[in-house]
């Protein structure tokens, strides 16, 4: 089997096992975010095998992903192999920057935003969908144990059982949004919550209009 395939295979799982998850609703969750972005040049940062391509249709769209095999199934005109920590773009090159389920797969939050805030235009905005622990130590305890079965059983149901459960360790990485991006460039303008029990969040944030 070619590697192209093999890709395409855990590709189409990843896509089949995020739908089935999310009870079809990672684009209506990622669209929540999308809506509010100003239209114009954006960067789809992770963005992977082009799940969002549709939704950011109507924008001079930029895909960018460290993995080449997810990139080469992704249909976006430009498409860039690098990683969020250094981005390869002029300053101010981008009127939004967009991101889904990537965040918790960062080697650094802080470098990622200084790097967002960088490529932003003055007024750009940002903005941010992942997953995590709902608001609450019993909502998330709750959850935490509920994660702990579903997702191995689910992974192995598509033949990914290692990825769904590492996912599961990934969704006590950051705190929430509101901590995790305190301290970035940009201003924090909105956070809300989603999915079953709100284990997704989401978050709008803004470059300043006035140059530092
Ligand atoms: C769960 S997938 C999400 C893909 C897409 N954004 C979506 O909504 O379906 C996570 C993606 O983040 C990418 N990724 C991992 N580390 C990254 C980094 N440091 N910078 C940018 N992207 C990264 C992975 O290659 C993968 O394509």
Known sequence: MSNGKVFKDIADRYDRLNAILSLG????????????????????LGAGTGAAN???ATRDLVALDPAP?????????????AVAEALPFVDESFDAVFSAYVFRNLDSVDTTMAEVARVLRPGGMAGIIDLGRPVGKLKAKVHRAGTAVV???AGMTVGAREEYSYL???LDKHPPPQQLLADTPLTLVDTWRLGPMGFVWAALLQKSEVRS
């Open 168 to 170: 599961h360790k990934t």
């Open 69 to 81: 095999e997810m990139l080469s199934l992704n249909d976006a005109d430009e498409r860039v192999v």
């Open 151 to 153: 997702l191995p059983i």
């Open 25 to 44: 609703q990672d684009q209506k969750w990622r669209n929540t975010v999308v809506s509010r972005l100003p239209e114009g040049r954006i960067l789809d």
């Open 54 to 56: 549709e939704i950011l």
